[in-house]
């Protein structure tokens, strides 16, 4: 199945690529021969899952400078050798099968990883400065082999972001069409994201991919009715952000249907302290690039 998903995963995503960003494409190595894989598992010492194997012999990475990453924004996707010089490198160092400080870390979900700062049953596949994403080959109690988790220096709850490789390459084809969907230019889009995102990349991917949400929301100027202005003025005026849940029936009485947006203005436990991107939107007009959606 996860073998499947691969081989039309990477259909999709070239597909993609080829109508919307073909230097993308082309900074997607050939796949890794026979010897490639068997030197990363003769590295590693472990056995590559099924789904893995395949996506390297159909994409053996990216090279090392390219100038687009695989992953929007960011994490270049890396080649067996990648995998296996990264590898070494955690299982060298001082945090490889160490226990976390359980008041630093929050694992998710809690018994399907185990509890350390690097196992070395996770083999590195993409990375964005420290933080990585990994296919986890030593899960914890109630995880599956070939999970793939993210870990790295700043996450400080890791964990599973997808039940296998195919699978979560699978997702991120369906992510692409989404930002296709948002925005009639896919590169804005990421150049956006890079420059507004004051969030790590690899947050919002994990965001996505844990609750099927992407961080990204495009507004429709048809949204601005009167009511909706009078409102969001109103707030925006005041700093008193109690009417929240009545803009949101405002805008949805105005053709909005997207969740981000009716979810942010009915959450009751959002403060909007440092300026709510709703209604600066909403306020300043400018309502035809995606936004970026965080939880102020
Ligand atoms: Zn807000």
New binding site residues.
């Given amino acids: 199945m996860s073998v499947t998903q691969v081989r039309s995963a990477w259909k999709r995503i070239e597909r993609w690529c080829r109508t919307n960003d073909p230097q993308r494409l082309r900074e997607l190595n050939p796949g890794a021969s026979k010897k490639d894989l068997r030197a990363l598992e003769a590295a590693t010492e472990r056995q590559l899952p099924d789904d893995l194997r395949t996506s390297l012999s159909i994409h053996n990475g990216q090279p090392l400078r390219c100038r687009s990453d695989f992953f929007i924004g960011g994490l270049r996707l890396y080649t067996c050798e990648d995998i296996a010089r990264e590898w070494s490198g955690w299982r060298c160092s001082l945090y490889a099968n160490r226990q976390t400080d359980d008041l630093s870390h929050r694992f998710f979900p809690d018994n399907a990883i185990q509890h350390h700062y690097f196992n070395d049953g996770w083999l590195p596949l993409a990375k964005e400065n420290g933080n990585s994403i990994a296919v986890d080959l030593a899960p914890g109690p109630t995880g599956t082999v070939g999970q793939i988790i993210d870990f790295g220096r700043d996450i400080y709850n890791p964990g599973v972001i997808g039940a296998s490789w195919g699978e979560f390459l699978y997702s991120y084809a369906d992510l692409l069409d989404i930002v296709t969907e948002i925005s009639d230019n896919p590169k804005a889009v990421y150049e956006g994201f890079y420059r507004t995102c004051d969030l790590n990349f690899l947050d919002a991917l994990v965001w996505w991919a844990r609750d099927g949400r992407w961080p990204i929301v495009r507004f429709d100027p048809a949204w601005r009715t009167s009511d909706v202005m009078a409102l969001a003025t109103g707030i925006s005026k005041s700093r008193d952000?109690s009417a929240?849940p009545i803009l949101a029936d405002a805008l949805q009485d105005a053709g909005c249907q997207s969740e981000a947006v009716l979810n942010?203005?009915r959450d009751r436990g959002?403060t909007?302290a440092n300026g709510?991107?709703?209604?600066d939107t909403l306020v300043s007009g400018n309502v035809t690039e995606p936004r970026w959606c965080h939880?102020?």
Avoid: L
């Fill in positions: 952000f929240m942010h203005c959002c909007h709510c991107w709703v209604i939880s102020d």
